[in-house]
């Protein structure tokens, strides 16, 4: 995914009564049964995200990311699978834990891949964003359970007593890793609770020569105005530095997708306007305050980064990204 900048937290304030209670079940769950653990109510107040999460909606309409995840995801997984079935008996159950999952819809696919080859499946989801969350309750748990997967849902950020309780065969952190405080540490953890044959699957922004100038400016800019809500890797070259340095072993995979973000170089659309905040955004910054002029030269300086190209008549950005496999030794 291109970040121009920050984002990822919660658009409404979700009062304990209003979320319902933990939830680990099988098959179907009532629609309100997201647990509150550990949530900031300080990220969820800002009214910001309600444009980000419309902007969201439209930038992923708008770029193959999903797709093209999802069908690395159909192409990869078959070989993980097998993977799995040489360390998980009969019988026993398949462990997963999806960080920062956002809507779910590559989480539909992973089931989707894995869910006919075990005989128990259970999905641990972490993500602090309370809509996201029940979309993903929607797409996943209400929609495309099967009896033998087991959901357990958490609205909160990736913290460590999601992880600690017991040992996964995949975990995953897919657009992820930016966000969240002491990666580094963080990815170490995650590893220590892989199982035996377990891996860690990682989704990040590349830093091909094009890209690293482009995001390194931005994102700089964007995190000296927000205060820096971006605190963890934000491109592969920090991510394969830390896998280097511990010795793990890991396959990266890279490929490339675009968004078409035309609509943000029409005037009054509302449309363009929500994807151009989603990519500017960032925290007590509003597009609406923006002036004319300001709005001209971020819109000349979008135009004018070698990300963006012009395909027939619309105009689209280059989304590269790396995905990587570290394996459990
Ligand atoms: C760019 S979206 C990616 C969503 C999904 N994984 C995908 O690839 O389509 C990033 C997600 O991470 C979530 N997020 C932000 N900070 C987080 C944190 N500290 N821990 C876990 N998730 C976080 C956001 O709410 C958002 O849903």
Not at 68 to 91: A, C, E, I
Not at 306 to 314: A, F, I, Q, R, T
Request: charged letters at 25%; one cysteine or more; glycine letters at 6%.
């Amino acid at each position: 995914m291109v970040y121009i900048s920050v984002s990822g937290s919660s658009s409404s304030k979700v009062s304990s009564e209003e979320s319902g209670v933990d939830f680990i079940g099988s098959g179907r769950a009532d629609s309100d049964s997201v647990a509150m653990n550990g949530f900031d109510d300080s990220v969820a107040d800002s009214k910001i995200w309600d444009i980000h999460d419309e902007g969201l909606d439209f930038y992923e309409n708008h770029s193959t990311d999903i797709t093209s995840t999802n069908l690395w995801v159909k192409k990869q997984f078959p070989r993980l699978v097998k993977h799995w079935q040489s360390s998980v008996d009969k019988g026993s159950t398949l462990h997963i834990l999806a960080i920062g999952s956002g809507r779910g819809q590559k989480d539909a696919e992973i089931l989707r891949q894995v869910k006919d080859h075990f005989s128990r499946v259970s999905y641990r989801v972490v993500e602090p964003n309370y809509n996201r969350l029940q979309d993903l309750q929607t797409r996943l748990v209400e929609k495309a359970a099967p009896e033998h997967v087991s959901f357990d849902i958490r609205l909160e950020k990736a913290c460590t007593s999601s992880l600690m309780d017991k040992k996964f065969h995949l975990i995953h952190l897919l657009h992820v890793v930016a966000y969240i405080e002491n990666a580094e540490e963080y990815l170490l953890q995650c590893y220590k609770q892989l199982q035996p044959n377990g891996v860690l699957l990682v989704q990040i922004d590349s830093d091909d020569e094009n890209g690293l100038a482009f995001l390194d400016g931005v994102i700089k800019a964007s995190n000296e105005r927000s205060g820096g809500l971006m605190k963890g890797f934000l491109m592969t070259s920090q991510l394969e530095n830390v896998l280097k340095k511990h010795s793990f072993n890991y396959e990266k995979f890279h490929y490339a997708g675009t968004a078409d973000i035309t609509e943000c170089f029409r005037d009054d659309s509302s449309e363009g306007e929500c994807l151009l905040h989603y990519l500017l955004l960032q925290e007590n910054f509003n597009i609406t305050e923006l002036t004319k002029d300001t709005r001209k030269q971020i819109l000349a300086h979008l135009r004018e980064s070698s990300h963006v190209k012009m395909c027939g008549e619309k105009i689209v950005i280059q989304d590269e990204f790396d995905m990587f496999l570290i394996y459990k030794e």
